[in-house]
C-alpha cells in the first residue's frame, strides 16, 4: 500500500496537473535547447555508456541543475554519497567556488578510478577527496567531528539504506544547508500500488519522511528519474 498521505481539505481542491509529459521528442528539445554539457561531460558519458550499468549515471539536464544549484548556493563543504563513474562528481566539482572541497564516497573502486581520471583531467582532483567504502558508517565517522559542518549533500547511491541516509545527512548537514537525493520517483513505481518490491518501497517510505519531516523544506521535482530537494531549517 501507499503512505498516508495528508488529503487535501477539499476533494474539489485537488491541483490540476499542468506538468507536461516529457516523450523522446520533448526531451531532444529540452536537451537541445537547455543543456549546456562540456566536452569532458561528453566524454564521461560515452565512455559510461559502454558499461551494462550506464543507466545508473546521471543525466546531463540533471547533473546542470546539480551545477547550478551549487553556483548558487556557494558551498564551501560538500559531500556525496554515491559516485559511479563521476558524472555528478565532476558536474559539482567544476561548479564549487575555488574555496570549496567535495568529500565523495563509492564502494567500488573501478567506478573510482574513471571518476578520478576526469577530477584529473579537470583540474578539481586538489579539491575532491574521495573513499572507497561503505557509505553509512563513513557518514557516521564524520558525525563525530563533522556534525553540522556539511553546506550541501547529494545522496544517489543503494535504496536499501536510504532512509539511514537521508537521517545521518540532515545530522551532517549545518542549518541552512542543501541536501539533494536521486531517484525519488524510481521509474514512476512510486505511485503505482502494483510494485511491491523492496527498492520501491523504501523509496515511497523515504518521500513520506521527508514530506512529514518539519525541521526542512523540500521540493520533489519531475527531472531525470526524481529529484528531492531539502533545505534545512536554520
Same mark, same amino acid.
Given at each position: 500500500?501507499? !503512505?498516508?498521505?495528508?488529503? !487535501?481539505? =477539499?476533494?474539489?481542491?485537488?491541483?490540476?496537473?499542468?506538468?507536461?509529459?516529457?516523450?523522446? $521528442?520533448?526531451?531532444?528539445?529540452?536537451?537541445? *535547447?537547455?543543456?549546456?554539457?562540456?566536452?569532458?561531460?561528453?566524454?564521461?558519458?560515452?565512455?559510461?555508456?559502454?558499461?551494462?550499468?550506464?543507466?545508473?549515471?546521471? =543525466?546531463?539536464? *540533471?547533473?546542470?541543475?546539480?551545477?547550478?544549484?551549487?553556483?548558487?548556493?556557494? !558551498?564551501?563543504?560538500?559531500?556525496?554519497?554515491?559516485?559511479?563513474?563521476?558524472?555528478?562528481?565532476?558536474?559539482?566539482?567544476?561548479?564549487?567556488?575555488?574555496?570549496?572541497?567535495?568529500?565523495?564516497?563509492?564502494?567500488?573502486?573501478?567506478?573510482?578510478?574513471?571518476?578520478? $581520471?576526469?577530477?584529473?583531467?579537470? @583540474?578539481?582532483?586538489?579539491?575532491?577527496?574521495?573513499?572507497?567504502?561503505?557509505?553509512? !558508517?563513513?557518514?557516521? =565517522?564524520?558525525?563525530?567531528?563533522?556534525?553540522?559542518?556539511?553546506?550541501?549533500?547529494?545522496?544517489?547511491?543503494?535504496?536499501?539504506?536510504?532512509?539511514?541516509?537521508?537521517?545521518?545527512?540532515?545530522?551532517?548537514? $549545518?542549518? %541552512?544547508?542543501?541536501?539533494?537525493?536521486? @531517484?525519488?520517483?524510481?521509474?514512476?513505481?512510486?505511485?503505482?500500488?502494483?510494485?511491491?518490491?523492496?527498492?520501491?518501497?523504501?523509496? $515511497?517510505?523515504?518521500?513520506?519522511?521527508?514530506?512529514?519531516?518539519?525541521? *526542512?523544506?523540500?521540493?520533489?521535482?519531475?527531472? %531525470?528519474? %526524481?529529484?528531492?530537494?531539502?533545505?534545512?531549517?536554520?
Amino acid at each position: 500500500m501507499l !503512505p498516508n498521505f495528508p488529503k !487535501p481539505v =477539499s476533494e474539489d481542491n485537488k491541483p490540476v496537473n499542468r506538468t507536461v509529459k516529457v516523450d523522446d $521528442r520533448l526531451y531532444q528539445y529540452l536537451i537541445d *535547447v537547455s543543456v549546456r554539457e562540456g566536452d569532458l561531460l561528453q566524454a564521461l558519458r560515452r565512455e559510461t555508456a559502454q558499461y551494462h550499468m550506464a543507466r545508473m549515471q546521471l =543525466s546531463p539536464e *540533471v547533473g546542470q541543475l546539480l551545477a547550478l544549484l551549487v553556483k548558487l548556493q556557494a !558551498p564551501t563543504k560538500l559531500l556525496e554519497i554515491g559516485v559511479f563513474t563521476g558524472y555528478s562528481t565532476l558536474s559539482m566539482a567544476m561548479a564549487m567556488p575555488q574555496n570549496a572541497h567535495l568529500i565523495a564516497v563509492e564502494k567500488k573502486q573501478m567506478w573510482l578510478d574513471i571518476a578520478t $581520471r576526469y577530477l584529473e583531467q579537470a @583540474n578539481v582532483k586538489d579539491r575532491v577527496t574521495t573513499y572507497c567504502d561503505k557509505a553509512l !558508517p563513513m557518514m557516521m =565517522s564524520f558525525l563525530e567531528e563533522q556534525k553540522e559542518t556539511f553546506d550541501f549533500i547529494f545522496i544517489d547511491a543503494d535504496k536499501q539504506n536510504l532512509l539511514a541516509y537521508y537521517d545521518v545527512a540532515k545530522q551532517l548537514l $549545518r542549518p %541552512g544547508g542543501c541536501l539533494l537525493i536521486d @531517484n525519488t520517483l524510481w521509474w514512476g513505481n512510486v505511485a503505482d500500488e502494483a510494485f511491491t518490491d523492496k527498492d520501491t518501497q523504501i523509496v $515511497r517510505q523515504l518521500n513520506a519522511h521527508i514530506h512529514q519531516d518539519d525541521e *526542512v523544506d523540500l521540493s520533489l521535482i519531475p527531472i %531525470g528519474d %526524481g529529484l528531492t530537494l531539502v533545505r534545512k531549517h536554520a
